[in-house]
């Protein structure tokens, strides 16, 4: 929800042309890694299903060949959307010969269907304006998630062992590569429809191929439902304002997420949808341009269906409406500008008057309180006394992460920082003397910890002075000896110190661009 929110006034066509080439550099590297020998496989000549069990398939570093199917599917269509305008036919026919080579280096079928299916669909809509000004494909296509979310709720209501499946439903299951028998080999019936609830359960981590069934049994039916009255709103809004290679691009996620749960993840980027409708999410409200209050949304609701009863809302409203998002955007993107050349019109961040170091205070006591519960407390699963409170207790605390609110204020207080640093040289001097005193401080005194401790550094010497380097630097290392402490290390939560100083790089690197973008 955040992801989306904060894409409202962004050029997500910019921010998905930076994930485009992010991502298409660390597949480079990893293929160039793995053809060198250095990390991973070139070739996935694990267990397969039917006809690919025991056959080498092309994987180039990233684990197994369906992995790197669906990555070139990926990248295929978000290139799709971004560079369609400037594409020739030559382009479009080597994306053809792309899809087919990626079928015979892996033997995706599935993938390999998607990725011709979403090909054709995009030059179609891209060369034919009477398809591409028509109703069928965005009726057709809606109505298809539609029939692919119903099939998933079944599928997760049939799912068992073979035996107990009716025959056509095994069938389809071995087409599938054993998708549908998939959502329920594992405890209690892992994903199956029975096991839902209405806001999930942090215990259901399960993985599974079908994406809608690990949305809904993931996170909840509720949130489940929610996202896909979303998705359908979206596509909406793609064609009304003629975002017609936008629609290509949620239809073909929707309809792979069926069956492929790429899109459902932790990891927010991989799924370009979000972007979309992290720009068009203002769009789908009833607001008129206007900002209100969330608890002035239902009004907002109700008067919107008012005017729809009586016909005086329709298509040009809505167009109307996606025009003053679009102007509203316009007029922040003018305005980050002006903020970051240094112009004094906007109003500026007052370091002094704000409540950032109590928001610290509470993530701080947040991560420290979560991790004594984890480490000392909680005994999971046997049922010590007073578990059930502490560990609704700690339910309740990870609904406001501490670590995320950390690096959101850091990165917050970052931009002001740049705003008032002129150079790159500045720049490093400052975050050096902020990180590495405390850091060599923490290290001189864990050194003078462990020594008090009886025969934990007696003959490891050199070991200690390599720990003591590495760390020193901002580096996450833990030799053997250190590894025997509760959480396999002496201060394990120096890691989050390597990531700050990776940022740190990165906004070196890019700079002040990154205020304008």
């Known amino acids: 929800v955040v992801f989306v929110a904060s894409m409202k006034g962004i050029d997500h066509k910019k921010a998905l042309r930076v994930v485009f080439y992010v991502t298409l550099t660390g597949m480079a590297v990893l293929a160039a890694l793995s053809l060198a020998g250095v990390l991973g496989e070139v070739w996935d000549a694990g267990a397969g299903y039917g006809v690919k069990e025991g056959s080498r398939r092309l994987c180039l570093g990233v684990g197994n060949s369906n992995a790197l199917a669906i990555m070139i599917w990926a990248l295929m269509t978000l290139g799709v959307y971004l560079f369609h305008e400037k594409m020739k036919p030559v382009h479009w026919m080597l994306l053809g010969v792309l899809t087919v080579g990626v079928y015979a280096a892996t033997m995706t079928r599935t993938t390999f269907l998607v990725m011709a299916a979403t090909l054709v669909l995009a030059f179609l809509m891209d060369k034919s304006s009477k398809i591409r000004e028509g109703s069928v494909v965005y009726i057709g296509g809606m109505a298809a998630v539609a029939a692919g979310f119903v099939f998933s709720l079944y599928a997760a209501h049939i799912s068992n062992w073979y035996e107990l499946m009716p025959a056509w439903v095994v069938r389809i299951d071995r087409i599938l590569t054993g998708r549908i028998s998939s959502i329920y080999a594992f405890e209690n019936g892992g994903g199956v429809l029975r096991n839902w609830k209405l806001f999930g359960d942090p215990n259901y981590v399960e993985y599974f191929d079908m994406g809608y069934v690990r949305l809904l049994f993931w996170y909840g039916i509720i949130p489940g439902a929610c996202c896909m009255v979303l998705l359908f709103l979206l596509m909406r809004v793609c064609r009304t304002l003629k975002d017609t290679q936008g629609f290509v691009l949620v239809l073909s996620f929707a309809l792979f ?8 993840s932790v990891y927010l980027a991989r799924n370009y949808v979000l972007f979309l409708l992290g720009a068009y999410w203002t769009a789908m409200l009833p607001l008129g341009g206007k900002a209100i209050w969330w608890w002035q949304l239902p009004g907002a609701f109700w008067k919107h269906g008012s005017k729809a009863a009586d016909g005086s809302f329709g ?20 305005a980050a500008t002006e903020r970051a050349a240094g112009r004094k019109n906007i109003t500026q961040f007052v370091f002094a008057e704000n409540s950032l170091d109590i928001l610290r205070l509470f ?3 947040q991560i420290a309180i979560t991790h004594y519960l984890n480490l000392t407390m909680l005994t ?15 339910r309740a605390l990870t609904l406001f992460p501490g670590l995320i609110i950390l690096f959101s204020i850091s990165g917050f207080l970052m931009g002001e920082t740049l705003m008032r640093t002129q150079h790159r040289k500045i720049f490093a001097q400052k975050r050096i003397l902020r990180l590495y005193p405390a850091l060599w401080v923490n290290i001189v005194l864990t050194i003078g910890m462990l020594s008090l401790l009886p025969g934990v550094v007696s003959g490891h010497g050199k070991d200690l002075l390599t720990w003591a380097v590495v760390q020193g630097v901002g580096l996450a290392y833990t030799p053997s000896f250190l590894q025997a402490f509760a959480i396999e290390s002496i201060n394990g939560t120096l890691w989050a110190l390597m990531v700050e100083i990776q940022l740190y790089v990165l906004v070196a690197v890019v700079w002040k661009r990154c205020l304008v973008w």
């Open 380 to 394: 999971y699963g046997k049922d010590g006394p007073g578990d059930g409170l502490l560990l609704g207790f700690k």
């Open 315 to 334: 298509r040009k409203a809505t167009v109307g409406n996606c025009s003053e998002v679009q102007e509203k955007a316009a007029t922040i993107k003018e």
């Open 363 to 365: 993530a701080a006591l």
């Open 257 to 264: 997420t069926v069956v492929e749960a790429h899109a459902v």
